[in-house]
């Protein structure tokens, strides 16, 4: 038996069937640096994929951060420590200056679960609104608040999921600012059958670039509009950070570049490149009346090993300018696959912000029928050609593109000639 086949079959064993692995045949990936990955026979991938090691697989100056914490201390938030006060002090300058607390966890689950127990208690209701195709994450109130898993309609009383923004698929075909409107009174009618049901309003979660929906092109002011009615009716808006946030969409957070500031803040996934930290940022009278009435504590969220690592990110973040590198990037991505659009009428539409890529595959450019098993042979394709990105949406038929930020133009000319040979095979 080859060491793939061995690997997956103790694994199959050990975790279950249904543990979820990327790939017709799995890869077995033993090493990373920088944009790169490579795999147990020394073969070596392009990461276009993933955006936890945000500055770059293994970095130097973060390994030698949190292994030089390691080795001097690590424990819980319950002793003072300035590094997890100068971390927060440069992790709050980041936010508008009303976001000005911190609350620490270690998983985007946990930093969504915490940012529903303010959001309800501050605001003494309990329903939330969120989008259809969304995930949040893996604790039981937040798997309530992440309908791509269940399907589209959401059985819990005190969520109502309402159509995510799309300017691709629009609502009865609208456009403009009508579209914007008719996504946005899509809340007012959540926020009615709360009434009608008797259910107090709690508010609405949301990640402000759709990431998980299939990176939608988002109607000009929807956000804007969303916000204003949430708070019309009382609730507090929280926005998910988790996958968007720290540089990748050109800004620091993605609600910064719809001009918004929510009331609550998740982050995580690449916050510490891989070290496991998130955060709720919020308002101080937000997180003074939680506090006062809840004991949170976290045993591993912000110790001080986290903070370091995490320091180091923001560190590398501002000083290589990685979130306009981000920018620049990302638009010469999208500028190719326009150009590969001349010649490939699969591709129906391309979008994103910074390095958030999004190219949404259709067997019909008038009818947009998706294309969905060609997006999948574009994934399997691309990654025998050494590159390695992914599939979402609706349909499954959105390419989606977010590698690590130190991803230079050498690597954007590689992930798209390498695109064009694929597309020519289809
Ligand atoms: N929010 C969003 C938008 C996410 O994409 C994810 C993870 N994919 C989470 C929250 C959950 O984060 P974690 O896996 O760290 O619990």
């Known amino acids: 038996m080859s060491d793939t086949a061995a690997l997956?079959?103790?694994?199959?064993?050990?975790?279950?069937?249904?543990a979820p692995l990327f790939y017709e045949q799995p890869l077995h990936i033993v090493r990373g640096e920088g944009v790169w990955l490579f795999d147990?026979?020394?073969?070596?991938y392009l990461d276009c994929y993933n955006n936890v090691p945000l500055v770059g697989h293994c970095h130097?100056?973060?390994?030698?951060?949190?292994?030089?914490?390691?080795?001097?201390l690590n424990v819980h938030t319950r002793y003072l420590h300035e590094t997890i006060l100068d971390y927060s002090e440069r992790l709050l300058a980041t936010f508008d200056p009303s976001l000005?607390?911190?609350?620490?966890t270690c998983t985007g689950s946990e930093a969504n679960d915490q940012a529903l127990r303010i959001a309800r208690h501050c605001t003494g209701g309990a329903g939330i609104i969120c989008t259809n195709l969304t995930y949040h994450g893996n604790t039981t109130a937040v798997d309530q608040v992440s309908p791509l898993f269940y399907g589209?309609?959401?059985?819990?009383?005190?969520?109502?999921?309402?159509p995510f923004p799309d300017s691709y698929r629009p609502l009865r075909g609208l456009s403009g600012r009508a579209l914007a409107e008719a996504y946005a009174a899509e809340i007012d009618r959540a926020i009615e059958s709360f009434d009608t049901a008797g259910i107090g309003f709690a508010g609405m979660i949301a990640c402000p670039i759709f990431a998980n929906e299939g990176l939608p092109t988002v109607p000009s002011g929807y956000l804007e509009l969303a916000l204003g009615k949430v708070h019309a009716a009382g609730g507090l808006f929280i926005a998910d950070e988790?996958?968007?946030?720290?540089?990748?969409?050109?800004?620091?957070?993605?609600?910064?570049?719809?001009?918004?500031?929510?009331?609550?803040?998740?982050?995580?996934?690449?916050?510490?490149?891989?070290?496991?930290?998130a955060a709720v940022v919020t308002r101080a009278g937000l997180m003074e009346s939680f506090r006062d009435a809840v004991m949170y504590f976290n045993t591993f969220g912000g110790n001080p090993v986290a903070c370091a690592a995490a320091d180091a990110v923001l560190t590398i973040l501002e000083r290589d300018g990685l979130a306009a590198h981000a920018q620049r990037i990302g638009d010469r991505?999208?500028?190719?696959?326009?150009?590969?659009?001349e010649h490939h009428d699969l591709i129906g539409d391309v979008r994103g912000d910074g390095l958030w890529i999004g190219v949404e595959l259709v067997q019909d450019r008038s009818s947009r029928e998706p294309a969905t098993s060609a997006t999948q042979r574009v994934v399997e394709g691309m990654k025998a050609r050494g590159i390695l990105l992914?599939?979402?949406?609706?349909f499954g038929n959105v390419l989606k593109m977010r590698p690590p930020l130190p991803f230079a133009e050498e690597h954007a000319e590689l992930l798209l000639t390498t695109m064009g040979e694929v597309l020519a095979t289809l």
């Open 40 to 44: 147990a026979d020394g073969r070596r």
């Open 390 to 394: 992914n599939r979402i949406g609706e």
């Open 8 to 18: 997956l079959t103790r694994r199959r064993r050990l975790l279950g069937t249904q």
């Open 60 to 72: 130097p100056e973060v390994v030698a951060a949190l292994s030089q914490q390691a080795a001097t």
């Open 333 to 341: 991505v999208r500028d190719g696959f326009r150009q590969l659009a």
């Open 100 to 104: 000005s607390m911190v609350l620490y």
């Open 152 to 162: 589209k309609v959401a059985p819990y009383p005190e969520v109502r999921a309402i």
């Open 242 to 277: 988790v996958q968007a946030g720290f540089g990748r969409c050109g800004e620091m957070w993605s609600h910064q570049l719809h001009g918004i500031t929510p009331d609550i803040v998740t982050m995580g996934k690449p916050m510490a490149n891989g070290y496991p930290m």
